[in-house]
């Protein structure tokens, strides 16, 4: 299946920083989501995002399928930012692979 | 419109039962995959079935099974607990299996099973 790394693995900011987290993938995709899981384990959907740019209040994310790459932005850091961020993606054999996650760390 | 649910929450078993966890998807939702979550090999993809046919699957032993009814409701089987299989099952629905933004995949909120 397709390799998905994440990067960086952990993330401390201040409330009100800015911050990129980045994920890179092996081969073509037909599906790049971003997900955020919040403390109680549940997976939220921030971007469904193959390619091009999206954003979402203080969220924003890239995708650059041609260098197979996808950055997700966040932009004046709070508190309820605070968890894991993954990044998961589908190739031609339809799998959903998820990448290790970047643990973010909003601190007030 | 009513999120993916799953059932039970939270589970705990001993070696050598099995059980059966449940998914139902979003209302019009056919596609349902099932994933595992464990601290150290992450999330897995498990299999993935639409329209009541498993689509998909992921390198997983036998011992984990599932299907889906005719109302896309889905349930998977694990025989034969082991202590590795203690885990956070997550549930995925999404409109449909394909290669477009209905592909978006919604998660439930997960089904915790402890195996002692």
């Known amino acids: 299946g397709i390799q998905v790394e994440q990067s960086p693995p952990d993330l401390i900011l201040q409330e009100g920083a800015n911050s990129t987290l980045r994920c890179n993938f092996s081969d073509s995709v037909n599906n790049l989501q971003w997900f955020h899981q919040n403390p109680w384990g549940q997976l939220i959907n921030l971007f469904y995002?193959?390619?091009g740019t999206k954003q979402n209040g203080r969220l924003s994310a890239t995708t650059v399928a041609t260098e197979r790459y996808s950055l997700l932005y966040i932009s004046s850091s709070q508190t309820t930012d605070s968890g894991v961020y993954f990044c998961a993606v589908r190739g031609n054999d339809y799998k959903l692979s998820f990448g290790a996650g970047t643990t973010v760390t909003v601190r007030a | 419109k009513a999120g993916v649910t799953q059932t039970p929450r939270y589970l705990i078993k001993t070696r050598g039962q099995q059980v059966t966890l449940s998914c139902s998807p979003i209302?019009?939702?056919?596609?349902v995959s099932w994933y595992q979550q464990t601290p150290g090999q992450g999330l897995q993809f498990l299999f993935e079935y639409f329209s009541e046919t498993q689509r998909n699957k992921g390198n997983f032993p036998g011992r984990f099974s599932g299907r889906q009814f005719s109302n896309s409701r889905s349930e998977m089987n694990v025989s034969t607990l082991e202590l590795g299989d203690s885990a956070l099952y997550l549930c995925?629905?999404?409109?449909?299996?394909?290669?477009?933004?209905?592909?978006?995949?919604?998660f439930g909120p997960g089904t915790r099973l402890t195996v002692l």
């Open positions: 995925a629905s999404s409109l449909i299996t394909s290669l477009n933004p209905l592909d978006t995949q919604y």
């Open positions: 995002i193959p390619s």
């Open positions: 209302s019009g939702h056919r596609s």
